[in-house]
């Protein structure tokens, strides 16, 4: 039953009348003349908004079975959370069993401290390019293509989240361009991992309107129609299964500029903290690179197994690969 609290004390502890979290005292001013209490999750603000256009009986069948599924809700992502806290706690003891072994047998070939990175890896099973895919990525580009016409420049595009990685981009090109050595390091960590981030590419490959009226403000000679025959002609005959449908065993079809911002600027998480950390030429390391069995994208699913199978030492000259797992 939903209980008035106009009369309750600001003091005294509220809950969500839908999910049960604890109410602050901000969300409490908001709603004290209210017969509600409510937080400010919008899921739990349109159930209780539909209050007033139910029964009273039905009303609270409504709001039991909400409370039920946030209920369920909360117990799938306390036991994901558990499950992700039980792996992380088994990789960083078999990541400290890994960095011994390297010191206890190549330690010639160490130099200063290296960086200990965990890199995933690139699926590597190729399949013929299927129509379907060949239809869906079609089809997507045809819709973003039509759609970035209207605009006169990619500075006119509706501003999303393709916006932000551009920019985000210019600031990671500005960094690795001032200190040459980390963007080769980079690239040598890439290559050992062979696009273990482009898994959810898949029939879009982060394409939009922003990233293709972007690349037809730098080729402003090319039609509508031949920047879609231009997309086209890259599809391979043969691509990397389930993944990015421009994902090749020798990298992605298009060239740089042709790519999405998104799929520019990207990196994973532990090497962005790597070039987060380097400041200048002189304070570059070598890295140890863990190289574990899974996709970036999948390493927490149920019933994968993200063994290590490769250990290397990455500079910017080169990746020397110390051992593989047995």
């Given amino acids: 039953m939903i209980n008035p609290v106009s009369t309750v004390c600001n003091t005294h502890q509220l809950t969500c009348e839908v999910c049960d979290c604890t109410i602050s005292h901000p969300d409490f001013l908001k709603t004290k003349d209210l017969d509600y209490t409510v937080c400010q999750s919008f899921d739990c603000r349109r159930v209780i908004s539909q209050k007033f256009t139910m ?29 992700i806290i039980e792996i992380d706690k088994k990789e960083a003891l078999q990541n400290s069993q890994i960095i011994k072994r390297v010191y206890r047998k190549h330690a010639e070939q160490l130099q200063g401290e290296p960086t200990v990175l965990v890199i995933p890896t690139g699926n590597t099973q190729v399949v013929c390019m299927s129509e379907e895919r060949k239809s869906n990525y079609i ?11 209207e605009y006169e420049s990619a500075a006119d595009v509706m501003y999303d989240e393709h916006h932000d990685a ?3 981009k210019q600031g990671v090109d500005e960094k690795l361009n ?12 890439c290559c050992i991992c062979k696009g273990g981030c482009c898994a959810s590419g898949k029939d879009h490959a982060y394409l939009s309107v922003f990233s293709v009226r972007r690349f037809m403000d730098e080729n402003p000679d090319l039609t509508a129609d031949e920047v879609l025959q231009l997309y086209i002609s890259k599809i391979a005959s043969e691509s990397v299964d389930n993944s990015c449908i421009n994902q090749t065993l020798t990298g992605c079809v298009l060239p740089r500029n042709m790519r999405s911002d998104i799929c520019n600027g990207y990196y994973c ?5 790597y070039q987060k950390n380097i400041s200048t ?8 690179a863990i190289q574990r069995s899974s996709a970036y994208w999948d390493r927490y699913s149920p019933g994968v197994s993200n063994e290590i ?8 000259e080169t990746a020397i690969h110390l051992f593989k797992s047995n």
Avoid at 269 to 273: A, G, I, N, S, V
Avoid at 281 to 288: A, G, R
């Fill in 55 to 83: 029964s009273a009986l039905f009303f609270e069948a409504h709001l039991k079975f909400h409370k039920k599924l946030v209920h369920q809700r909360k117990e799938r992502d306390a036991a994901r959370q558990k499950h």
């Fill in 139 to 149: 089809e997507h580009l045809s819709s973003i293509i039509s759609q970035a016409v």
């Fill in 166 to 168: 551009y920019y985000k």
């Fill in 178 to 189: 001032n200190i040459p050595s980390l963007r080769l390091i980079s690239d040598n960590l």
């Fill in 269 to 273: 998480d532990e090497l962005k903290t």
């Fill in 281 to 288: 030429e002189d304070n570059k390391f070598s890295v140890i």
């Fill in 309 to 316: 199978t490769r250990v290397s030492l990455v500079n910017e």
